[in-house]
């Protein structure tokens, strides 16, 4: 297949509380296009309040999760339309990341393969992220001649240590699922074959807590590294403050009652239960 309409560049299925998002162009390593950052922004869009979604996991059909940006179409084509076809671009695959940092539900990256480069971007804008050993990641952009845009650069920086982010940066050389663990790319690698499943067992945790107190807690932990401690506290008291009024459910005086008056659990063990009182 050499020419695959816009709408099927992603796929998606919500089963159990969990969409499955996929990149799907695995004919051409996933790399992403100006289509599919299309598909992509309206495939989030559709999913992200809907009820019965409480976990987003973006994942890869086929041997990559993505190979970067599509060098023809999203770097080649666009620049022969001039400054206006590469901002518009950039804008278009820019936006979906974005949106996927700030996403009302949880995001978890499950990487199954090739991530390269521009992949960068999505994968640190997934709230967690775990792989399979046989997974390889690298900024190859140092190997055809450019430097790591598109935020790869600040992904890098942000998860790795300074040394190893250079290192990674300068020789282009990648790394296998277990070291891009160790390096702090990704949370966990498992054998390929584990991979579902594991990742299905960390978003059935997250769907059994309360889904607002997920969202002001996966912001605040990307907001609170940008400002002092003094800053920060007072984010985080008008975070709270902003939760109290959007969860409907009063969920933290139930995991009170449950806790104190109820002893049916302890928070330092497990989760209150958000079906009962
Ligand atoms: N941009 C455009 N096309 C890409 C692509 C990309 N980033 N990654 C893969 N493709 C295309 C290939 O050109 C090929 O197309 P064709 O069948 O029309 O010839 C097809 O996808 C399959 O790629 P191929 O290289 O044959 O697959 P592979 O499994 O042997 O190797 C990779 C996989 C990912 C190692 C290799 O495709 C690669 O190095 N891609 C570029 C990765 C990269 O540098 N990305 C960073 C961009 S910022």
Redesign the pocket.
Known sequence: M?DRAEVDTVSYQVIDGIAWVKFNRP???N?MSPKLNRQMLRVLNELEFRDDVGVLVLSGEG??WS???????YFRDTEALGLKGTRHAQREAYTWWERLRWYQKVTIAMVNG?C???GYGPLYSCDLAFCSDDAQFGL??I??G?LPG?GATKVAVELMPMRQAMYHALLGENLTGPEAAAAGLVNESVPADQLHGRVSEIAQKLLAKNWETLKATKDAVRRVGEMTYTNAEDYLIRAQEALNFHDKSDGRHKGMKQFLDDKTFRPGLSTYDKNRD
């Open positions: 050499t004919e051409k390593r790399c041997s990559a190979a970067g940006m599509d060098l023809k179409e090739w390269f480069g521009g190859s952009e190997n055809w450019i598109g």
